[in-house]
């Protein structure tokens, strides 16, 4: 069977322009240029979960009133009820397979060593502290954490990171289905312009029960480009002379509401929010994502680490989004 994990080293460019066999002309890691990376920010919209288990087990408490007024019989009143919640962790892996042998004879021959240890050679750091790490974290949060929508693996087939679990928006649809949440009448927002946009999200807050609005901080939720032309809008809608770039992300009248863009939302119309403690992120060995083990089989070189990782809102009820749903952006 075919390995369908391996990466070749694609390097017919480099021998092209600089020749197949190594000259020296000072070249280092700097001549080395990549795009950046998107990092994992979309984990700061809810609570990480370190777990030993594969399933977060919560209860929603729903509670009735105490007060009354003064008799000297006992009239008992209250009740509490407990609603199980339960949160699945998906299993994921990384496996890359290099051979840093073709290198020697190349341009790229820096990133080799003299020796006959393909594991020592300067190329295995640079590929999992410049590329390997760095593209976890984006296919994480461009892939996986909002847009993902789990399958389940085929076996000797490499899977893909939009695959790996159920991702926020597919739960809050989900929900929606479900009638489990009532999305709150926004309008077109990318039609909007960036004033009418803030007037907007300020309606949307509106509808929020005051508890939340008043006693707890809240993050709206949005793509990047609509946080910017929030950031517009509020700019534009009250003339503000702001002492600081943050300042604009606040909602004027809710001091402790904030918006926040999320790079997972790209393409995306939906603008959502719910309590952090609400949204749990669970995780089981995500040490491990950055703790490769690393196995040597002839001038080959693998690099393999798994670990678990899901989400899940434990309240619905506590779950505020618009009517846009998982449209994309025109």
Do not use: C
């Not at 809810?46 to 977060?56: E, P, S, Y």
């Not at 007060?67 to 199980?84: A, I, N, R």
């Not at 939009?162 to 739960?171: F, T, Y």
């Not at 002492?243 to 997972?264: D, H, K, P, W, Y």
């Amino acid at each position: 069977m075919p390995d369908t994990n391996k990466i070749d080293i694609t390097i017919d460019d480099v021998v092209t322009a600089w020749g197949d066999y190594y000259l020296n002309h000072g070249q280092n890691m700097e001549n080395l240029h990549i795009l950046p990376f998107e990092t994992f920010g979309t984990l700061q919209a809810g609570t990480l979960i370190q777990t030993d288990q594969t399933v977060l087990r919560e209860a929603n408490i729903e509670v009735q009133e105490v007060l009354q007024q003064y008799q000297d019989d006992f009239t008992s009143k209250g009740g509490t009820e407990f609603k199980p919640v339960t949160i699945p962790l998906y299993n994921v892996k990384v496996d890359v397979g290099v051979i840093p042998h073709k290198l020697i004879q190349s341009w790229l021959g820096f990133l080799a060593n003299t020796g006959n240890d393909p594991a020592t050679y300067p190329f295995i750091q640079w590929l999992v502290q410049d590329y390997i790490l760095r593209q976890v974290d984006e296919d994480l949060e461009m892939k996986g954490i909002y847009k993902g929508v789990y399958q389940a693996p085929v076996e000797g087939t490499a899977g893909s990171a939009d695959k790996v679990m159920n991702g926020i928006d597919k739960q809050l649809n989900d929900l929606e289905t479900a009638n489990k949440i009532e999305p709150i009448t926004t309008g077109n927002l990318d039609s909007m312009t960036a004033k009418d946009f803030v007037t907007a999200v300020e309606n949307f807050v509106k509808e929020i029960p005051e508890r939340f609005r008043y006693n707890a901080p809240l993050e709206i939720s949005m793509n990047r480009t609509f946080r910017d032309k929030f950031r517009q809008g509020m700019f534009d809608k009250y003339n503000v002379n702001y002492q600081a770039t943050e300042q604009l992300t606040r909602l004027m009248f809710f001091e402790n509401i904030t918006v926040a863009g999320r790079a997972s939302m790209q393409g995306k119309q939906r603008i959502w929010t719910t309590p952090k403690q609400n949204l749990l992120i669970g995780v089981r060995g995500f040490t491990y994502k950055d703790a490769f083990d690393v196995q040597k089989f002839d001038r080959k070189v693998k690099f393999l680490t798994d670990w678990w990782i899901g989400l899940g809102f434990v309240i619905p009820e506590w779950i505020y989004t618009n009517e846009s749903g998982s449209d994309s952006v025109s």
